[in-house]
């Protein structure tokens, strides 16, 4: 069974620190790797990696992907409140039934405190 | 462009009665995907439907469980006599095409009582 793990579960910064949220995986038939931000309401995407150690970045955002380690990093610069939400972790593969399914973490909850 | 877009947001039923989730997709997208957030839990898929068609139903319960994404009109996922352990986020997502562009609509959260 595909395994999507993220860490730590849950984090808190002040604000203006630098923060890093890990995703590793295991998955047969990996097409991508994708996260998104999920404050209360639909997950917004954030990035799609689908090579490695090709950097991704969005402002203050930048993401990362190893596919020989099977792991991904988020890394987040100098964050604010608004910042504040639960971080996904998705893997998008070939399912038994051919077709492209994203498996997710349970994520990272950020809290951002002035 | 309205995003994807689910109703209703939030949903009560007692046990026994059916729930119906829609799912309207953003315009130009032809494939949708459902998936249920329990507390504390991730996403889990449930199943991918292009229109008129099943596709990939394999995160489906076998019972009670049905979804459809007919010609005209929103995709349904429909939940028949609804037990406690259903009540969960639902997420419904759409895209262009498969594996690209997936965006998530702001979810339907179903409580039973």
């Known amino acids: 069974e595909d395994k999507v793990v993220q860490s730590p579960l849950s984090l808190v910064v002040h604000e203006g620190d630098t923060v890093t949220l890990n995703c590793s995986y295991e998955?047969?038939?990996?097409?991508?790797l994708l996260w998104y931000k999920q404050e209360k309401k639909a997950p917004t995407f954030l990035f799609m990696l689908t090579s490695s150690g090709i950097e991704k970045k969005s402002g203050r955002l930048s993401s990362i992907l190893d596919k020989k380690e099977l792991f991904s990093i988020l890394n987040i610069t100098a964050t604010q409140t608004g910042d504040s939400a639960v971080y996904l972790c998705a893997v998008g593969s070939t399912s038994g039934a051919g077709s492209y399914q994203l498996t997710f973490g349970k994520g990272t909850k950020l809290s951002v405190i002035p | 462009n309205a995003g994807v877009m689910q109703n209703p947001r939030h949903l009560v039923r007692r046990r026994g009665q059916e729930a119906r989730l829609r799912c309207s997709p953003m315009k130009g997208h032809s494939h949708v995907y459902w998936y249920r957030q329990l507390p504390e839990e991730g996403l889990k898929f449930m199943v991918y439907l292009q229109k008129e068609n099943i596709i990939d139903e394999s995160g489906m319960p076998k019972e009670r469980f049905s979804a459809e994404f007919p010609k005209e009109g929103p995709s349904i996922l429909r939940i028949q006599q609804v037990v406690r352990g259903d009540s969960a986020a639902y997420f419904c997502?759409?895209?262009?095409?498969?594996?690209?562009?997936?965006?998530f609509g702001s979810g339907t959260r179903l409580t039973v009582v």
């Open positions: 998955v047969t038939n990996f097409r991508s």
């Open positions: 997502a759409s895209s262009p095409q498969e594996g690209y562009g997936y965006t």
